[in-house]
């Protein structure tokens, strides 16, 4: 048998068959990728734009399956990387590996079930009730139009795939043909198990080399006693630096009078309808209880809770025991069959939730405490409507005992170290600190010791004797970060205060973006002032000034990229989903450090857990949320090696607050300035040379 190649041979091939050149950063990443499937050691490496990470993990990730069989696992956080992945990368890299390999490797995609369609459901031929409002004749059409769209492309569609459906439609509209994983009848129960899009797409997954999931999927694999992912010993996790926070939302639940009601009328054909009226009934208790109380978190049950949330748990469970267990060997109504699943899981889900939100105080010792409950302000339809909800303190310790103690594990992003250590984020991920010498391991920050705390707080880890070992590489980029760009901190400017913008800040806006003649990326803390830095730019400039909001945001993203005068304000999606090269954008604005809110229950909570045990919450969250922030937002400027620009921070405790290295340290080594002056000239020059 002739033996495959080693990476760097198979690396270079790959390149040259793509049309590609030789990438030193490449070739370090795909060979660390390669070292640490070999040992089992995971790997956090940092590549930033430009390298090609993706074809550095996917080279080592196919040989290893092929070789050995055995299947790997690719998880990303958005839905652009998943298409760009399957739809491009993986066919072009499978087909230039096929004569090294000596086969061409196997790929898949695999979602949660609640992403494809249904067949039981569209033939069952019912829609129910929006969730949360009287009937209304123009959304009621609009929705019966949509599934009726769904219903003849199902007769179309070989996946049966959410995305692949052109134009998509609603949420609202996708529920009445689709269930989620609890609700499913199982293939063995179901009428059209035999050719269900979600078993069609668990079994080819399960013959792939290669499979491409989402971090959410990835949640529910690392919660479930099913076995939602087919067996694989490789983890690769692109765009890492959101797996927390994507692990934390799966993991979320909440419970409103809106949601109570839509259970009552989920079950209330199923069961009698007094039984029904009482889970009524105590949502209504539920939604008083919460429209007295201030929005925030709850330190301890307030006076009505435990009773308010004990009843609504027993009824619920009264109503779960009168429908019943669901009837094994299918009913002989498709349409009665999925009603009483959705019924079940609906009951099954608020009541776990009050139960958990019950026992979220058992600990006295807040910072030991596994759960976080709140009561949030939503605006639902134009209406300010109450919700209760509860998410784990922390996931380190699921991700630790259910992802990293269970195969080897690649993490990787263009920002993974903050303040100059990725000790930061494998806090928040269940790893111990890194002392090994990585990137940051002479990095003795407080943020990193603190961080290291948070550790402990949430599921256990495993107790397992030998210690989990990991390695953190910095590959770099192909950028020269010193002579393409500028990072301007405006030390002059007085810090942000909570009345607006200031004034002074704005007539630095405006010079700025005069120099610049537009072409300008500006990224704000909250849409409020991104608004009302738009409103008042446009009155001073005349320059397009887009804001978001205006429409959708990839429309809004294309205008500007089509127009070099044209300026984009908006806020956290843009800091994060914005890829312009060229020079449509030279200048980067940073309205101020985004340090979150202070009245986000989540963070402060976790921030006060960190203060307990001895670290600095300050910075080991709050800190290390905004140098994320900071680094993925000045990673808007650079997106190709031609690129030139300035990234304009005009939040003057960058260079004069204490935590300001901190930040600093996280962000790409641009050249650094507080002179406005030659920022100006700079802008002017490039705008004269066309941004050449």
């Not at 030789?22 to 790997?43: N, Y």
């Not at 979602?111 to 129910?128: D, P």
Request: glycine share 10%; net charge negative.
């Amino acid at each position: 048998m002739t033996s495959i190649p080693e990476v760097p041979e198979l690396l270079a091939s790959a390149v040259q068959a793509l049309g590609g050149a030789k990438r030193d950063g490449q070739l370090k990443m795909a060979s660390a990728v390669a070292h640490s499937i070999d040992t089992g050691e995971h790997l956090a490496v940092q590549a930033g734009t430009g390298t090609g990470k993706s074809l550095a993990y996917l080279v080592p990730s196919l040989r290893h399956a092929v070789d050995t069989g055995h299947t790997v696992v690719v998880s990303t956080a958005t839905i652009a990387l998943q298409r760009q992945l399957v739809d491009r990368d993986l066919p072009r890299t499978a087909k230039a590996l096929t004569k090294p390999l000596g086969r061409a490797p196997e790929f898949a995609i695999l979602k949660g079930r609640g992403n494809y369609l249904c067949l039981n459901k569209i033939h069952a031929g019912t829609i129910e009730e929006p969730d949360g409002e009287l009937f209304d004749a123009f959304t009621a059409s609009r929705m019966g139009r949509e599934v009726t769209r769904v219903r003849e492309w199902s007769s179309d569609t070989d996946t049966g795939d959410r995305d692949d459906l052109e134009p998509g439609v609603s949420d609202r509209a996708w529920r009445q043909v689709s269930v989620s994983a609890r609700e499913c009848l199982g293939a063995t129960n179901c009428s059209y198990g035999a050719d269900c899009f979600a078993e069609k797409a668990k079994a080819k997954a399960g013959a792939a080399d290669l499979v491409v999931t989402n971090h959410a999927l990835l949640a529910i694999d690392a919660m479930s006693q099913a076995t939602i992912l087919p067996d694989h010993d490789v983890v690769v996790v692109d765009e890492a630096h959101e797996l927390a926070d994507r692990i934390t939302a799966v993991a979320t639940a909440e419970i409103s009078g809106t949601s109570i009601a839509g259970v009552a009328r989920r079950c209330g054909k199923l069961i009698d309808q007094e039984i029904a009226d009482d889970i009524e009934g105590s949502g209504e208790l539920i939604e008083s209880l919460l429209e007295q109380l201030e929005p925030g978190r709850w330190s301890g049950l307030p006076d009505g809770a435990p009773l308010a949330l004990a009843s609504l748990r027993d009824r619920l469970w009264k109503a779960h025991t009168a429908i019943g267990p669901a009837k094994r060997g299918g009913e002989v109504d498709a349409d009665a069959s999925a009603a009483r699943s959705a019924a079940l899981t609906s009951l099954e889900e608020m009541h776990d939730t009050a139960v958990r939100i019950l026992a979220a105080f058992d600990d006295p010792d807040e910072s030991r405490r596994l759960d976080v409950v709140w009561v949030g302000d939503d605006l639902v339809r134009g209406e300010r409507k109450r919700v209760l909800r509860v998410a784990p303190l922390s996931v380190g310790g699921l991700l630790r005992a259910s992802l990293f103690a269970k195969a080897t594990v690649i993490l990787t992003s263009a920002t993974l170290t903050v303040g100059g250590s990725f000790d930061g984020l494998a806090a928040g991920w269940g790893l111990p600190p890194h002392r090994s010498g990585d990137a940051g391991s002479d990095v003795d920050s407080e943020a990193t010791k603190s961080a290291q705390s948070i550790t402990a707080i949430g599921k256990p880890p495993p107790s397992d004797e030998k210690k989990m070992r990991w390695n953190g590489l910095d590959v770099g980029s192909p950028f020269d970060h010193q002579k393409a760009a500028i990072l301007y901190v405006a030390k002059h400017l007085p810090a942000p205060g909570r009345d607006g913008i200031s004034a002074r800040t704005l007539d630095e806006m405006v010079e700025l973006i005069t120099a610049a003649g537009g072409r300008t990326l500006g990224l704000f803390s909250s849409m409020r002032a991104a608004k009302e830095a738009a409103e008042a730019v446009r009155t001073r400039i005349e320059l397009p000034v887009l804001c978001q909001g205006d429409g959708a945001t990839g429309a809004l993203v294309k205008e500007f990229a089509a127009d070099e005068k044209t300026c984009l304000f908006g806020t956290l999606s843009l800091w994060q989903g914005v890829d312009v090269p060229g020079p449509s954008l030279n200048l980067v604005l940073i309205d101020r450090i985004p340090f979150p809110r202070p009245d986000d229950p989540l963070l402060m909570a976790r921030q006060r857990a960190v203060a307990a045990r001895g670290g600095n919450g300050f910075m080991a969250i709050a800190a290390t949320h905004a140098a994320l922030l900071m680094a993925q937002g000045t990673g808007r400027l650079l997106r190709s090696t031609s690129d030139r620009g300035v990234v304009a921070v005009l939040d003057s405790r960058l260079a004069t607050a204490r935590y300001g290295n901190y930040l600093l340290a996280s962000l790409p080594p641009f050249w650094r300035t507080t002179d406005a002056q030659l920022v100006r000239g700079a802008l002017t020059r490039l705008q004269g040379a066309g941004a050449g």
